[in-house]
C-alpha cells in the first residue's frame, strides 16, 4: 500500500490543523495506520495508532485530549484532527501503516510498520 500525506500548514497556538492520509493500492481498513511526527533535531516519534479490525486506538500522552483519529472508508484515508495546537506540536507529520496489531496502551515503535507516507510540516507559531 502506498501513503500520501496531505493537510499540513502554518497555524497559530489554540488553532487547529486537519491532516489526511491516503491510501492506494490497498484498502486502509486491513491496515494498522498510525501518526508519527519528527522536530527539527529530534528523533521520529510517535503520536497515535488506529488498530484495524477492533478499533484500539492509542495516543501519545501529549496529544491525549487534543487530538483524535478518524478512518474514512469511502476515501479510503486515515485522518488527524489536532485541535489546540502547541508550538512543540511543530513537526513533520507523517502517517504510516501495518498489517499488525498493537494491545491497548501499548506505543509501537516505528520499526513496526512497514508503509510510510512522505511527511507534511506543521508549523505552530506562540
Known amino acids: 500500500v502506498q501513503l500520501q500525506a496531505s493537510g499540513g500548514g502554518s497555524v497559530q497556538a489554540g488553532g487547529s490543523l486537519r491532516l489526511s492520509c491516503a491510501a492506494s493500492?490497498?484498502?486502509?481498513?486491513?491496515?494498522?495506520a498510525a501518526w508519527f511526527r519528527q522536530a527539527p533535531g529530534k528523533e521520529r516519534e510517535f503520536v497515535v495508532v488506529?488498530?484495524?479490525?477492533?478499533?484500539?486506538?492509542s495516543f501519545d500522552e501529549s496529544v491525549k485530549g487534543r487530538f483524535t483519529i478518524s478512518r474514512n472508508s469511502a476515501k479510503n484515508t486515515v485522518d488527524l484532527q489536532m485541535n489546540s495546537l502547541k508550538p512543540e506540536d511543530t513537526a513533520v507529520y507523517y502517517c504510516?501503516?501495518?498489517?499488525?496489531?498493537?494491545?491497548?496502551?501499548?506505543?509501537?515503535?516505528?520499526?513496526?510498520?512497514?508503509?510510510w507516507g512522505q511527511g507534511t510540516l506543521v508549523t505552530v507559531s506562540s
Open positions: 488506529s488498530n484495524w479490525a477492533g478499533g484500539i486506538t
Open positions: 493500492g490497498g484498502r486502509f481498513s486491513l491496515y494498522t
Open positions: 504510516a501503516a501495518t498489517r499488525s496489531r498493537f494491545s491497548s496502551g501499548l506505543i509501537p515503535h516505528r520499526d513496526r510498520f512497514e508503509h
